[in-house]
């Protein structure tokens, strides 16, 4: 029989991991502002649209609605309290209990800051690259609940 030490975490064993990947992402975040600056929502979208290459998504119809109701899907599976519907021809995705907003919390990084906003022009190439057509994000709210809009552009 295989040893498995996943099987006996402890609670405190989670708590040091989530203080691991919060001081990773904290100079994750801080590096890529220093040597990419102004570029760095360009990063994030070309990350998002790798991350939605390796997703369990296949779109038959790539629109931003069947996008988003895959990611939503996707998310969930994952544990994620997300929520996500179109109003006024753009995406509002809201997040309970944001696992960025947990991170900014534990590194006392501001709370829509560099990180936030990194996260929201991830999530936007995401759905750029399932729905076939660029995306832009727009923060509405932050906090225990986090709110952001994202507008498409339709191809030529």
Known sequence: MIA????RLTSED??????????LLDMFVDTIGVFIGKSTPSLAVAAGRKMANNM??????PTPENALDELIRVFKIQQ????????????????????IRSVCLQRNMPIDGPACQMFHYYMAGIM???AGCPARPKT??????CTFNLAFSRPR
Not at 14 to 23: G, I, L
Not at 56 to 61: K, S
């Open 56 to 61: 369990p998504i296949h779109l038959t119809q």
């Open 4 to 7: 498995n030490s996943e099987l």
């Open 14 to 23: 989670y708590d040091k991991a989530f203080t691991e990947v919060s001081f």
């Open 80 to 99: 994620m309290e997300i929520e996500g519907h179109f109003d006024t021809g753009e995406a509002v995705i809201s997040i309970n209990h944001c696992p």
């Open 128 to 130: 750029a690259e399932l």
């Open 140 to 145: 509405i709210s932050t906090g225990e609940s």
